[in-house]
């Protein structure tokens, strides 16, 4: 008894297990792996929360924010306005339009460049959006299909839903009521 319990208290005596630490050498413990990756997943969240505090944005942040919106309604009304100031003070305009021909080729170019990468990367992210989009719609399109099929059987059974279509020459027929020699007899009977 005393040698098993020498044993056993070697091998798990003063809180240790030489079994698990042995494993541990081969194998992670999953129960440590569980609680190290929920400790990064906090500090992620964390992270983005600080990074995405509505209320705790800098004055500079605020001015960044406000000046990134500008370009779009700058450039919108600018052109709006010079359209306006062509009909205004066409001799006005005119020197104007003289003074931006006198701009050099590359500096187009370097315009260009900068206006397409500013609109490019706006339009990139709404096309991604609208596939999305079209994706999410696309995954209901079997639901909707079989909906439709449901409601067209629905109308079929309806009484007195007898659907003419196209057909001008049978539209009219039902307009009209077919004979009926009963109704006819019974009418000319009541009369009498």
Known sequence: MGLISGVLAFLFGNERNIVRETAEVFRENAEYQAQRAL???QQAVEQFGAEFQLGQKSRFN????GLNRLPRPAMALGTLGLFVAAMVDPVW?????QGIALV???LWWLLGVIVSFYFGARHQA???DLQREISATMLRT?????????LEGLRRDLIGSANP??????????KRPDSNPALEQW???RVV
């Not at 305009?93 to 339009?97: E, I, K, P, T």
């Open 93 to 97: 305009f005119s020197a104007r339009m």
């Open 142 to 150: 079997p639901q909707v299909v079989e909906n439709l099929k449901t």
């Open 165 to 174: 279509g196209s057909d001008t020459e049978l539209a009219q027929h039902a």
């Open 39 to 41: 400790a990064t997943r």
């Open 187 to 189: 009418r000319r009977n």
């Open 104 to 106: 050099p080729e590359p």
């Open 126 to 128: 709404k096309v991604q």
């Open 62 to 65: 605020r001015f960044v924010d």
